[in-house]
Every structure is written in C-alpha cells, then in structure tokens.
C-alpha cells in the first residue's frame, strides 16, 4: 500500500469554481502534511502546510483528519492560474528524514 | 537570491552508460534531498544529507545508485550502468530547516 494516495483527477471545473482535494496517508504515526503545486514541467512548489486545527491562506484552505487519516485541500473562486498538479506530502514521525510524496491531483480551471 | 540549481537539465545516454547529475543547494542549506519522478508519477525519496551527518541513503533503488555531498553544499548523483528504467526526471531539494523544501529545476534523463 501506497504512504500517500490521491485522486489523479483530472478535476476540470470553470473559473470561479470551488473545488476540493483529498489524500489519505497510511501511517497514522505521520507527523507532518503539506501541499506542494507542480506547474507542467516544473519544479514542485510549496503551496502550504497542514496544521491540526485546519489553515487558511488566501483563497485556499487546508484541513487535517488525523482520525480518518486525510487532508484536504479547498480552492475558492478558481482562477486560470491555479490550473496545475497538487501534490499532498506527508512527513512519518519514525523518520523524519523522509517525505512521501502522492502522485498528484490535476486541476485544470477552464475560462 | 539564487534557487537550487541542477545541472545538466537534459541528459541523453546510452544504456550501459554512466551518468552524473550536480545539484548546487541555495547557500546556508543544511537539509539536501534527491528524489526522481517519473512520468505521472509521485516523487520517490532517493537520499537525504544533513549537514555532517551519515545520508540516509534508505531510497536508493539498487546498488547502482550513489550520491555524494562534498563540503556540505554541492552535491552529485552517479547512476552506474544505466538502465532504461532509470529514465525519469531527478530533482534535489534544500532545505535550511527540514520543513520547506526549495526544489531545482530538475535533470531530465533519458536512456536509450
């Protein structure tokens, strides 16, 4: 099984579109989670972490569920550029050497 | 100021061949990671440096694989007797906090 596992998508939705991403992890010892974005051929970007009590930024919002052992990722009011692959991250509390990285979910907002 | 740098970002080989891949990490950086991603994939941890501490080389797919980190900043990936499956994209990190990660551009292999 997967350390991290997300929906590929892709998620097409048109601008000004609310849309939501989940990841599970499986190692419920994981200590912490962050969104990173990958533009096409790019380098992967961090987008923000994921704290216990939930954060915002901006127009996006992140979520942690320890019990359900998920994040989530909310967009408000999708603009073009936000079109890109998210990649949810997850740092195990056993070795916090390592990230695991999920194979991204693809949005792709739409005039 | 400068990002990470990689070098170089297009590397075409023959199978058999051996390859070196340089990552220059952003100055101050303790933390540098190499990870490859293949296509549509996740990134998959290769190895990890911390300062003068012994790499956490636990991701290396096989034995073919190593990576050196010489005073603490530049740092090289050698894949020996390159295989087809090998090909991917090979981006290193730093980080001078192991929180944030700052990713290079990435060195895009191809073995032929």
């Known amino acids: 099984r997967k350390e991290v596992e997300q929906d590929p998508g892709p998620f097409n939705v048109p601008e000004g579109a609310t849309v939501a991403f989940n990841c599970t992890y499986s190692?419920?010892?994981?200590?912490?989670f962050f969104w990173y974005r990958q533009d096409c051929r790019k380098e992967p970007k961090l987008l923000m972490s994921?704290?216990?009590s939930g954060n915002e930024d901006g127009r996006f919002t992140a979520q942690l569920n320890r019990a359900s052992q998920y994040i989530s990722l909310l967009i408000r009011d999708s603009k073009l550029s936000d079109s890109a692959t998210y990649l949810c991250?997850?740092?195990?509390?056993?070795?916090?050497?390592?990230?695991?990285f999920g194979s991204g979910t693809k949005l792709n907002v739409k005039p | 100021g400068a990002g990470v740098s990689q070098s170089p970002s297009n590397k075409v080989t023959e199978k058999g061949k051996d390859v070196e891949l340089r990552c220059d990490p952003i100055s101050g950086h303790t933390a540098l990671y190499w990870y490859r991603q293949s296509l549509g994939q996740g990134l998959e941890f290769l190895i990890y440096f911390q300062g003068n501490s012994a790499p956490d080389k636990s991701g290396l797919p096989s034995d073919r694989f190593s990576a050196e980190r010489t005073g603490g900043s530049v740092s090289t990936l050698t894949i020996q007797r390159t295989q087809q499956e090998d090909s991917a994209v090979y981006l290193c990190a730093s980080s001078p906090d192991h929180y944030e990660q700052y990713f290079g551009p990435g060195t895009r292999l191809t073995v032929t």
């Open positions: 190692n419920s010892a994981s200590q912490s």
């Open positions: 991250v997850v740092n195990p509390r056993y070795n916090f050497n390592k990230f695991y």
């Open positions: 994921v704290y216990s």
